[in-house]
């Protein structure tokens, strides 16, 4: 007779509380552990769930990118007709639909969005070995600022002013303010209180190991004719580096437009209440001498008086 056979399936066994507490607990952390193993949920984001105890690091939301199988695809796509003909919709609506569920028609590359925990020297050697790439734009980096405010910080370009180096835009939390006191736009983004604001007020509150990997940047302009330089670790992005073109500002003969921002979604700026916000560009307005260049709300460029308190989203590079 084998050890198994003298438990029956009614045998009863005495526990005390404490044992039966701790069987329960390890079956809850089981089935816990099991669910998040299924929805592919990140190594560090289960151990934390396991331990009770946040791991260092900032959290990075990254996209990967892939090219799906042909015949998987159209099986996706097809499905996505058959559903909207079901409903009695149009099939043309049916390509939102696969967008919505990760495909991205023409190309057709499925994006998808994973969690991590990383620290921002660990980025700095990232892309100090070529291998920026791994962040593609889109990517969210969350953090917190020394005063306690969490913040939030999106690449928008790889190898964009330099090789080896990776372009991001804070969008969390918005800064408003004019671009100057008083509507001029005298000396351009090198003389304005906005640059002062950012990189005077603003960026002491970064955390010090966010600080001590971003590189300084130069704002090349061109104003009536003459070019001034300014180097920051914050700065405001142009409007052709947003858009691709000039309709307000003098173009400098050497931006070049963050192809993520092309995109009029990727423009677009929220507050914490998820409302559209209009933001300032660096450029000021080439038809007047009291305008900047701004961004409306909805995606698209514009001018405006420079003491009008629109929101500041700075971008910074490390490489």
């Given at each position: 007779m084998g050890l198994m056979e003298l438990f029956t399936p009614e045998d009863k066994i005495e526990l005390s509380f404490t044992q039966l507490h701790g069987l329960t607990t390890e079956v809850v952390k089981h089935d816990l552990l099991m669910n998040g193993i299924k929805c592919d949920v990140p190594h560090v984001f289960l151990r934390e769930v396991m331990t009770g105890k946040k791991e260092d690091g900032i959290q990075v939301t990254g996209i990967t990118c892939h090219t799906p199988d042909p015949e998987e695809l159209h099986k996706v796509l097809r499905a996505?007709?058959?559903?909207?003909?079901?409903?009695?919709?149009?099939?043309?609506?049916?390509?939102?639909?696969?967008?919505?569920?990760?495909?991205?028609?023409?190309?057709?590359?499925?994006?998808?969005?994973?969690?991590?925990r990383r620290n921002w020297a660990d980025i700095k050697k990232t892309i100090q070995e070529g291998n920026a790439a791994?962040?593609?734009?889109?990517?969210?980096?969350?953090?917190?600022?020394?005063?306690?405010?969490?913040?939030?910080?999106?690449?928008?370009?790889?190898?964009?002013?330099?090789?080896?180096?990776?372009?991001?835009?804070?969008?969390?939390?918005?800064?408003?303010?004019?671009?100057?006191?008083?509507?001029?736009?005298?000396?351009?983004?090198?003389?304005?209180?906005?640059?002062?604001?950012?990189?005077?007020?603003?960026?002491?509150?970064?955390?010090?190991?966010?600080?001590?990997?971003?590189?300084?940047?130069?704002?090349?302009?061109?104003?009536?004719?003459?070019?001034?330089?300014?180097?920051?670790?914050?700065?405001?992005?142009?409007?052709?580096?947003?858009?691709?073109?000039?309709?307000?500002?003098?173009?400098?003969?050497?931006?070049?437009?963050?192809?993520?921002?092309?995109e009029r979604i990727n423009r677009l700026i929220v507050d914490e209440d998820d409302d559209l916000r209009a933001f300032w560009t660096a450029d000021p307005s080439a038809a007047n001498t009291t305008d900047f260049c701004y961004f409306i709300d909805y995606g698209y460029s514009d001018d405006y008086g420079a003491a009008g308190d629109l929101a500041l989203a700075p971008l910074f590079v490390i490489e």
């Open positions: 996505a007709v058959e559903k909207k003909r079901a409903a009695g919709q149009r099939e043309d609506a049916a390509g939102q639909q696969a967008e919505e569920e990760g495909v991205r028609l023409g190309d057709v590359t499925v994006y998808e969005r994973r969690q991590r791994e962040m593609l734009p889109g990517t969210e980096i969350c953090f917190t600022l020394k005063d306690g405010r969490p913040a939030k910080a999106v690449v928008i370009g790889i190898n964009h002013y330099n090789q080896r180096d990776a372009v991001f835009r804070i969008v969390e939390p918005l800064t408003f303010a004019g671009m100057n006191k008083e509507h001029t736009n005298a000396g351009g983004w090198h003389d304005c209180e906005a640059r002062r604001l950012l990189n005077e007020e603003f960026f002491p509150l970064l955390p010090d190991e966010l600080q001590a990997v971003i590189a300084k940047h130069d704002t090349n302009q061109k104003i009536d004719g003459k070019r001034t330089l300014s180097d920051d670790f914050l700065f405001l992005p142009s409007e052709f580096e947003i858009m691709g073109c000039n309709r307000y500002a003098e173009y400098n003969g050497v931006d070049k437009v963050f192809d993520y921002l092309k």
